[in-house]
């Protein structure tokens, strides 16, 4: 640590500034971060990108280390996603693996920019309306089973354009957990000669181990599967900024590249979205693939499979409560319980559960574009800490239900409830609200109570958000979180 006094005094601040976060540690928040419990997986982390910082990623041949260690990072792929002969790139997460292997499958499919569309589930991240408004392609989202939530091979092949160049599906989902039919999806790809997208982002990096025979193939052993995403920042325990993404051939991965050297500079050539960028989440999670192995990994596996199954078995166990689908791996959602007598609102009892210590995650209801509903949910990431605080979460979630069982779903702030009821009655334009400027939405968040300079602590009231989620259109909602997080990151 450094010992001279300004940088003693900027570094006290910054952990002051820390000290307001959620904790990042300990199991508490059941989103966003993965936590391995392994502290010295973090030291380690922590010294490799460390050791990279001043390293420019853009240019490998001159900062060789960069490719020595993505070689071994995509060896460690290949091998435990059962593509021997795929290649790859790591990239910054998620989002810019998926938007990648959308890029690809179209270069490679050599369709004009501005045309084509993908297929994908209801269920599918969000990075994929990412990708297609980028790219300027039309996604297709295919409702899922509402029972089991995972997409059927029938509705996918249903939604098929002349114009569709790819695939896609999840293994497992984000809002639920399940996995779609990947073998069967395959034989629809491979019969369709389209090529398919895994998306493993979430949970690729624990599936790999995941003690259950009954588990589907779900990856490069699935014929007819042309690229897979999995993240690092995820059951991979890196810190954010690393992910793998994997084609079953070099052409389609070559589709990815963006090169050129038709300019008066250096020749132009990056595998990924950014020009100049850090080794750090490359280095971070080589070091820790070389700490933990397949075994280490193995044991981290076993216990979130362990605390999944304890705690998905006791939200059973809750009158007015169940899991939704049927969750492969290390993610579920629950919902309220129609065919239970006293319904237990999902969103409400998060928030009970969140006043007992634990941050969930609330989650809109969704209608698909047949008609039929995703009900609202609450989602749960289980990460190997988790083991350590099971028995107070069950705890909680019990004692949560037993709260408010009964109760209503909550109502959206009044001035959104009223501005839905304008929209719905027509007497309000929703093209006028879409065209509305900064300041007057931000004067509709304030008037809602939502005001991204009020509390200070930046701490939301989800639950009556997502209310408004769902009672609202939602280019009407998303406009308006825009404007909330626009503001609550600049100066007033
Ligand atoms: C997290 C996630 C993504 C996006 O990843 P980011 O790292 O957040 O950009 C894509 N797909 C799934 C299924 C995910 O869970």
Redesign the pocket.
């Known amino acids: 640590m450094t010992a001279d006094p300004r940088s003693v005094r900027i570094l006290a601040e910054l952990e002051s500034l820390r000290d307001n976060d959620a904790p990042t540690h300990g199991g508490r928040v059941l989103s966003y971060v993965y936590d391995s419990g392994l502290a010295e997986l973090d030291e380690l982390a922590a010294a490799a990108a460390r050791l990279v910082q001043p390293v420019n990623g853009l240019d490998p041949t001159v900062f060789t280390s960069v490719a020595a260690m993505e070689r071994e990072v995509i060896t460690f792929g290949r091998k435990i996603f059962h593509g021997d002969q795929t290649v790859g790139s790591v990239t910054s997460?998620?989002?810019?693996?998926?938007l990648l292997a959308v890029k690809a499958a179209r270069d490679h499919a050599g369709i004009a920019a501005g045309s084509g569309s993908i297929v994908v589930p209801s269920t599918?991240?969000a990075?994929f309306d990412k990708a297609a408004k980028l790219l300027g392609v039309q996604i297709i989202r295919v409702p899922v089973d509402v029972g089991t939530t995972a997409v059927t091979v029938g509705a996918v092949e249903a939604a098929l354009r002349d114009d569709t160049f790819l695939i896609v599906a999840?293994a497992?989902?984000?809002p639920t957990g399940t996995a779609d039919p990947v073998v069967e999806l395959g034989e629809l790809a491979l019969a369709r000669e389209l090529p398919l997208h895994v998306?493993?982002?979430?949970?690729g990096f624990a599936l790999a181990w995941w003690p259950d025979e009954s588990l589907p193939p779900w990856d490069f052993r699935v014929p007819g599967v042309t690229s897979l995403?999995a993240?690092l920042?995820?059951y991979g325990y890196t810190p954010?900024g690393a992910?793998l993404l994997l084609h079953s051939d070099r052409d389609r991965h070559r589709a990815q590249y963006f090169a050129t050297t038709d300019w008066p500079g250096y020749p132009v050539v990056n595998p990924t979205l950014l020009g100049s960028r850090s080794a750090a989440g490359l280095a971070a999670s080589w070091a820790i693939i070389e700490y933990l192995g397949e075994d280490g990994f193995r044991n981290l596996v076993v216990r979130v499979a362990d605390s999944s199954r304890r705690l998905t078995k006791a939200i059973d166990g809750i009158d007015g409560l169940r899991v939704v689908g049927e969750p492969v791996g290390p993610v579920f959602a629950v919902a309220s319980d129609p065919t239970s007598g006293t319904v237990v609102d999902t969103h409400r009892w998060s928030e009970a559960v969140s006043k007992r210590g634990f941050a969930l995650q609330v989650q809109p209801g969704y209608t698909q574009t047949d008609g039929t509903v995703l009900p609202p949910t609450t989602h749960l990431t289980i990460t190997p800490v988790t083991e350590q605080i099971v028995d107070e979460l069950v705890e909680a979630f019990v004692a949560a239900a037993d709260e408010v069982r009964g109760l209503p779903a909550q109502e959206p702030p009044q001035a959104l409830a009223e501005l839905a009821e304008l929209l719905a009655g027509g007497s309000l334009d929703i093209d006028t609200v879409l065209g509305l400027p900064s300041e007057a939405t931000a004067a509709a968040l304030v008037a809602a109570g939502v005001d991204p300079h009020g509390g200070g602590s930046g701490e939301l009231d989800m639950p009556a958000i997502v209310a408004a989620v769902q009672a609202l259109p939602r280019s009407v909602t998303a406009k308006m979180l825009a404007e909330f997080l626009a503001s609550f990151t600049n100066p007033a």
Do not use: R, V
């Open positions: 997460g998620g989002t810019e693996s998926c599918a991240h990075a999840s497992p989902n984000y998306d493993a982002c979430l949970g995403s993240d920042h995820k954010k992910s």
